[in-house]
């Protein structure tokens, strides 16, 4: 959980600097920041759609702890 906190928090530092920079390099327009929240949030899609849960193998190998739902 450390980890997880750290790399939140190191996000929500990183983040703001880097919006603004690409704002400043764009002459103020924020079509720049814009898209590149987009392109970040098409990455996060694509890498979502290739997460493999393994349920079907926690179900197989811990029986007992899968409550029976009808």
Known sequence: MGLVNLEMQLA??????????VIGAFGGSF???VWLLVS????????????????ENFMTEHPQTIPAVK
């Open 12 to 21: 929500g530092f990183i983040v703001p600097l880097t919006i603004g920079f």
């Open 31 to 33: 079509n720049g920041a």
């Open 40 to 55: 970040f949030g098409v990455v996060c899609f694509i890498a979502f759609l290739t997460l493999n849960s393994g349920k």
